[in-house]
């Protein structure tokens, strides 16, 4: 099997033998048992992509351990709060270590929301739930307006200085608290006026996959 340039370079940064392979799946992953890393066969990959979703996925090869899945599968309604809080620490780290990765992520997460991979075209970003707000200001849509509340403005920050697993658990923790509270809230105010919805879910509107 003819070996690309991308899959040399995911070896090379990660510091390990790393199997890389190619599907048509509909976005990068990294598996932390098998050291498997996949990478989409997308029609539309261009260099800054590729070289983005490398960088990103070797972060979790070098910096997410096994020990990320225990509190998922203990308190499930983490799972999607963790996987914003680890995609920021990993990716504050791979940059840190090489650099170089930094105006990659720049380019290929800008080509990304130009292609709307996340699916907010047309939508108002700031009627999002806050942790769909804060996965896509650190995915780069920091200045295109979100807006966040003086109390999340603190969780953000808090979201930013994660530096080890121990700070994501702790910090996401902090966010489902959050959400859980804010939802009670829209609940209680809904019931007060007489309108009666189905109870939203704390993460129910845009929801990424478990990796980019």
């Not at 829209?186 to 009666?196: F, H, N, R, S, V």
């Amino acid at each position: 099997m003819e070996m690309r340039a991308s899959d040399l370079s995911a070896r090379l940064l990660a510091t390990e033998n790393l199997s890389v392979i190619r599907a048509r799946t509909r976005t990068a992953s990294f598996d932390i048992k098998s050291r498997v890393l996949t990478l989409p066969m997308w029609k539309e990959m261009t260099p800054e992509i590729e070289d983005m979703l490398v960088g990103h996925e070797v972060g979790h090869a070098l910096y997410t351990l096994d020990k990320y899945i225990q509190p998922i599968q203990e308190q499930p309604k983490l799972r999607s709060y963790m996987n914003i809080l680890e995609d920021v620490r990993i990716e504050k780290l791979i940059k840190r270590k090489y650099p170089g990765l930094r105006n990659s992520f720049v380019k290929g997460y800008r080509e990304l929301l130009d292609k709307d991979f996340f699916s907010t075209g047309g939508c108002d970003l700031n009627e999002l739930n806050f942790a769909d707000r804060a996965n896509l200001y650190f995915k780069g849509c920091a200045n295109q307006g979100i807006r966040f509340n003086p109390e999340e403005s603190q969780l953000v920050k808090a979201i930013d200085s994660t530096e080890t697993y121990d700070d994501v658990l702790e910090v996401a923790q902090l966010v489902s608290a959050y959400m859980k509270r804010v939802i009670e809230e829209q609940e209680a105010l809904k019931q007060a006026m007489g309108i009666t919805d189905e109870a939203p879910d704390e993460f129910d509107e845009f929801e990424e996959g478990d990796d980019l």
